[in-house]
């Protein structure tokens, strides 16, 4: 059995074929899709990026794991996905980018420069590529091609409208990844990392123009000002976040963003072409996911950010050639669920860590209570670090800068760390601009959110006790080995 472990860096949930949309062509996505399983309501954990993927990779929550921001160190002590493989025997391999910060306890000091930059691999992960945010290596590969770069990590992604689709940053990618495959007998697992569909809104060469702005769909448009919360109200004046008022440059943005999609799709059937060619379809396990969504202009938004559901809703896929495909899970799945189900397939234990489940009684249609609410968080304390501000936040004030947010059938419940909510009538209104008036309903899902952070806890260590009788539990009453799973 070979590991394909995809990431596709920003990618809403709806914006592909096999989920519906009308106009976004993504014909491996949608193979994928149809030889696998389709999680349609599949959600991350967290935003931005170091927070997302820090979930993905340790299957726990935040609150758990707490990456809270790019550059909150991942602590030392965390299982994660690369380990996991290792124990099934593998050697994971990553081409692109983990954006893990190293934990300063494992520090060479305070002048270990790997403290200077969030964008650190998982420990565990061999390197075929490294992309750090800088995108080092392409910008060489650019500029030994003759052309003129731009720099900053912004500058050469503007550049890709103007530059042929195969000298594009996910090209890069999969070149060296082909590279590499080549030389790889059966049994490898690799994790591509790809960053697009992430901005700048610049899709490559003729992808740039793939799609006209006259025919995409205008976005959800924001509730009226009264109506907002105030987070809701700061990130509509916040530029970085707030979507383009005119109409044709918003348009023109969500253009862009399909046709980064349509791209990286074209560089995964290069993938799947070279795997076929080598006979090994049949023997890959193939999982596609993202650390996090897309506002694309919906509620007056751009990026990933705050409490609504398009920076959260992502894709989903798992396609594993023992599993039959072509179905599609409409419960509610979280990235969370992915490192325990990979556990499951290659045969090892699941982390004693996880907050997610094992995806494979869904799989095998089995009959199995699961959950009916969706769960995330995002925390926005790193606006203020490192901000000159006076006088500076203190810890206890930071600590209120934050949300969580569960998501049913029929409503959306958002507690704010200040104290403040927000219940939202999905059964009236699925598009999150109706709020629910009745405090029976409000009460409810306020109590279910507390039993869900309750039930979530961090217990790798306190389902154990220590004594010198083993007096209580013990690991190995409870089926746990944690000193075996710990990291040195």
Same mark, same amino acid.
């Given at each position: 059995m070979n590991v394909l472990f995809i990431t596709l860096d920003q990618f809403r949930g709806d914006a592909y074929g096999a989920a519906g949309h009308p106009l976004v062509a993504t014909p491996t996505l949608d193979r994928v899709a149809a030889e696998g399983v389709r999680?349609?309501?599949?959600?991350?954990?967290?935003?931005?990026?170091?927070? +997302?993927?820090?979930?993905?990779?340790?299957?726990?929550?935040?609150?758990?794991n707490r990456v809270v921001a790019n550059g909150t160190p991942l602590a030392r002590g965390f299982d994660n996905l690369a380990l996991v493989a290792r124990r099934a025997g593998f050697d994971p391999t990553l081409f692109g980018y983990t954006d893990q910060g190293l934990d300063p306890y494992r520090a060479n000091g305070e002048d270990d420069p790997r403290l200077d930059y969030y964008d650190g691999i998982?420990? +565990?992960?061999? *390197?075929?590529?490294?992309?750090?945010?800088?995108?080092?290596?392409? *910008?060489?590969?650019l500029r030994a091609k003759g052309y003129d770069v731009e720099s900053g990590w912004a500058g050469p992604l503007r550049g890709e409208p103007d530059r042929p689709a195969e000298d594009s940053l996910s090209g890069f990618l999969t070149t060296r990844f082909l590279e590499w495959l080549e030389v790889q007998e059966g049994g490898w697992f690799a994790h591509l990392s790809y960053l697009r569909p992430h901005p700048p809104y610049a899709a490559a060469g003729e992808f740039s123009k793939m799609y006209d702005p006259a025919d995409v769909a205008m976005p959800v448009a924001p509730v009226e000002s009264g109506q907002r919360h105030p987070l809701h109200e700061a990130a509509l004046k916040w530029r970085a976040a707030a979507a383009p008022s005119d109409e044709g440059a918003m348009r023109y943005l969500i253009a862009q963003y399909f046709g980064m999609i349509s791209e990286v799709d074209a560089q995964l059937g290069r993938v799947v072409c070279a795997i076929e060619e080598r006979g090994e379809w049949d023997d890959t396990l193939v999982v596609v996911t993202s650390d996090h969504g897309e506002q694309l202009g919906d509620h007056g938004l751009i990026e990933?950010? +705050?409490?609504?559901?398009?920076?959260?809703?992502i894709i989903g896929l798992w396609r594993d050639p023992r599993v039959s495909g072509g179905t599609a899970i409409h419960h509610f799945t979280e990235n969370v669920d992915l490192l325990p189900t990979l556990a499951d397939a290659l045969g090892v234990e699941e982390p004693v860590q996880c907050d997610g489940r094992s995806l494979a009684p869904l799989f095998a249609g089995t009959e199995v209570a699961w959950r009916d609410t969706a769960h995330y968080e995002w925390d926005n304390r790193y606006l203020w670090l490192g901000v000159a501000t006076s006088p500076q936040p203190t810890s206890h004030a930071l600590a209120r800068r934050n949300l969580a947010v569960s998501v049913s059938d029929d409503l959306?419940? *958002?507690?704010?760390?200040?104290?403040?909510?927000?219940?939202? $009538?999905?059964?009236? $209104?699925?598009?999150?601009?109706?709020?629910?008036?009745?405090?029976?309903? *409000?009460?409810?899902?306020?109590?279910?959110?507390? #039993?869900?952070?309750?039930?979530?806890?961090?217990?790798?260590?306190?389902?154990?006790?220590?004594?010198? $009788?083993?007096? +209580?539990?013990?690991?190995?009453?409870?089926?746990?080995?944690?000193?075996?799973?710990? #990291?040195?």
């Open positions: 999680l349609e309501r599949h959600f991350s954990q967290a935003a931005p990026c170091s927070p +997302g993927r820090a979930a993905l990779y340790t299957g726990m929550y935040q609150m758990n998982l420990p +565990g992960f061999s *390197v075929g590529l490294y992309l750090p945010e800088s995108q080092a290596g392409w *910008v060489q590969y990933k950010l +705050g409490f609504f559901p398009q920076s959260y809703h959306a419940y *958002v507690q704010f760390g200040d104290g403040s909510y927000r219940c939202f $009538d999905l059964a009236a $209104d699925p598009t999150w601009r109706t709020e629910c008036r009745d405090l029976e309903r *409000v009460l409810h899902a306020a109590q279910r959110q507390l #039993v869900w952070r309750q039930a979530h806890l961090r217990h790798d260590l306190t389902d154990m006790l220590l004594s010198r $009788d083993r007096l +209580g539990f013990w690991p190995s009453d409870l089926g746990l080995t944690p000193l075996r799973q710990s #990291v040195p």
